[in-house]
């Protein structure tokens, strides 16, 4: 007897289940499955965690779809199909707004009429997520062999669960269900908390964040400005055995030296002029939790060696004050900088660069992330649809050819920031369109980074001031120290740990160059003599 179509094309899927693949491919696989027993134009797998609906797998969908959290609460397509014990199909004249505008190829603006349906999937009698079919044809689903789809929405509630149960016999099942709780709770009140991607480079940092937090040791993070290390440190401690203990953070270049210690160690009444009681540091605020250093690298000398201390044996003075206390704290660090030619300059303790870097994580840049750009787009435009409560949001592929072969210096922040002018732009240039809002290239307004050629060229191209390289080189150096105590408030301290040069050194720079500061303002008295 010949079999069926339908049996031909799922006992693959029977097969892969006894298979070692990749969560991702399983997932894959399904759809693929799904499309060939019931010809559609997009599929789409979505998790549920708590008012989420996160997708996990797509097909005839956009990439970024997969960067996008669809809170059930707002889409009340999703909603109706997650409270039905069956397929749902939606009217081909359905007025209730589709979460997909924007989101299916081949399509511009606004789906036009089409067929819809949904199927939730539940495992061990609970909701696990659910199916969406979409086709362009609406009448694709009118007479739709209800016993197959019964079969095969079965048939992906066995495929994930196994796929579940294979991924929990990797770790141990209570320290995966604590991470899980944990962030489900964070994702509540935190959503944007979440470290997204699927590039090899990201998914070999997820798994040295997963190794590393459950020890004691201290973790340094180093990467690019923008790159997100702290969210990598919430990370950490979101699945340690401290995470319901508190993790403090702290700016170390935001502060003026003077107060780093204060604001680390705590410190007694009249410790110093202003100090009219007693207060706890950072350390005492975190006992029994993490405290994330943020630009670490930026804290002087003479903190270095007491923050040594307290690293060392647990015990800390506050200032002005002769008791001891003891406190518990996992540190978690942060810098942009390389660390080890800060030692090797002297400006940097190598016992504390040892002690901090017990085990470092570097955080990729944007550039060496293959393909997440797009899904953190995805995420970053459904945030922008939240607030902005347009009919639908997304890429034109114009647009996800520019966010691809941009250079990103400013990483995930720059992104972040350039898909919300984008937005802006797009909700200005379409006010009076009824059509979803599809971002274009030119909305984006990417300029392509400069290489070193063409900043060679540029350099061939500028004319010399009389005074020759010394007058250009003075020049460039008064106007750079300008900016940087302008930012740093006149603070010269701060100015010369930005500038990763001694403090004496800066201060006599400024009168070779003939620049005083007087506090908070910087001005110019002339050209050097």
């Known amino acids: 007897m010949t079999p069926s179509p339908v049996l031909t094309t799922l006992l693959p899927l029977l097969d892969d289940l006894s298979r070692d693949l990749p969560q991702a491919e399983h997932y894959q696989r399904l759809l693929l499955a799904l499309r060939a027993c019931l010809p559609c134009d997009a599929l789409a797998l979505l998790r549920l965690e708590d008012d989420l609906l996160v997708p996990v797998a797509v097909l005839g969908l956009s990439p970024d779809t997969l960067g996008r959290r669809f809170r059930v609460s707002e889409h009340p397509r999703l909603a109706q199909v997650l409270a039905s014990r069956g397929a749902t199909r939606f009217a081909a004249d359905c007025e209730l707004p589709d979460p997909y505008d924007g989101l299916v190829e081949g399509t511009r603006g606004r789906l036009q009429v089409h067929d819809c349906l949904g199927c939730p999937l539940t495992i061990d009698d609970r909701p696990w997520g659910l199916l969406s079919l979409d086709s362009l044809d609406p009448a694709r689903f009118g007479h739709i062999d209800l016993p197959s789809l019964e079969a095969f929405t079965r048939l992906a509630a066995a495929t994930v669960k196994a796929c579940e149960r294979m991924n929990s016999l990797t770790r141990q099942a209570a320290d995966e269900h604590r991470r899980a709780e944990t962030w489900r709770q964070a994702a509540r009140c935190t959503p944007s908390r979440e470290l997204i991607g699927t590039s090899p480079a990201h998914r070999h940092l997820l798994k040295e964040i997963d190794l590393v937090a459950k020890s004691q040791l201290s973790v340094l993070i ?139 994580l570097r955080v ?60 802006l732009r797009a909700r200005a240039n379409s006010a009076r369109s009824p059509l979803p809002l599809q971002l274009s290239a030119a909305d984006l307004e990417l300029t392509a980074v400069a290489t070193p050629t063409t900043a060679a060229a540029q350099v061939a191209d500028t004319q010399l001031p009389p005074g020759g390289l010394r007058q250009a080189v003075d020049a460039y150096q008064r106007q750079l120290i300008e900016t940087v105590l302008s930012r740093n408030q006149g603070n010269l301290s701060a100015t010369a740990r930005h500038l990763q040069i001694d403090r004496g050194n800066l201060h006599r720079l400024t009168r070779r160059l003939g620049l005083t500061t007087d506090g908070r303002t910087t001005r110019r008295n002339g050209p050097p003599g």
């Not at 044996?313 to 978690?332: A, F, T, Y």
């Not at 997440?372 to 649809?385: N, W």
């Open 222 to 360: 180093s990467g690019e400005t923008g790159v997100g290390k702290e969210l990598v440190a919430q990370a950490v401690h979101q699945q340690s055995d401290r995470r319901h203990k508190p993790l403090i953070s702290l700016n170390c270049a935001a502060l003026p030296e003077t107060l780093v210690e204060s604001e680390l160690f705590g410190h007694v009444r009249g410790a110093f002029s202003g100090a009219t009681g007693s207060r706890g540091g950072k350390f005492e605020l975190a006992d029994g939790g993490t405290l994330f250093l943020d630009e670490v690298g930026e804290l002087p000398l003479s903190v270095q060696a007491k923050l040594l201390r307290v690293l060392q044996n647990g015990q800390l003075q506050r200032l002005g004050s002769d008791q001891e206390c003891h406190v518990d704290v996992r540190i978690i660090a942060a810098t942009n900088r390389e660390l080890a030619e800060e030692v090797r300059a002297g400006r940097f303790r190598a016992d504390l660069y040892h002690r901090l870097g017990a085990y470092p």
């Open 364 to 423: 990729p840049a944007l550039r060496e992330r293959d393909g997440d750009v797009l899904l953190l787009a995805g995420h970053f435009l459904e945030r922008g649809r939240t607030r902005l409560q347009p009919s639908g949001l997304g890429l034109s592929q114009s647009a996800r050819d520019a966010l691809l072969a941009y250079d990103w210096p400013g990483n995930v922040r720059e992104l972040e920031h350039l898909i919300g002018r984008a937005m």
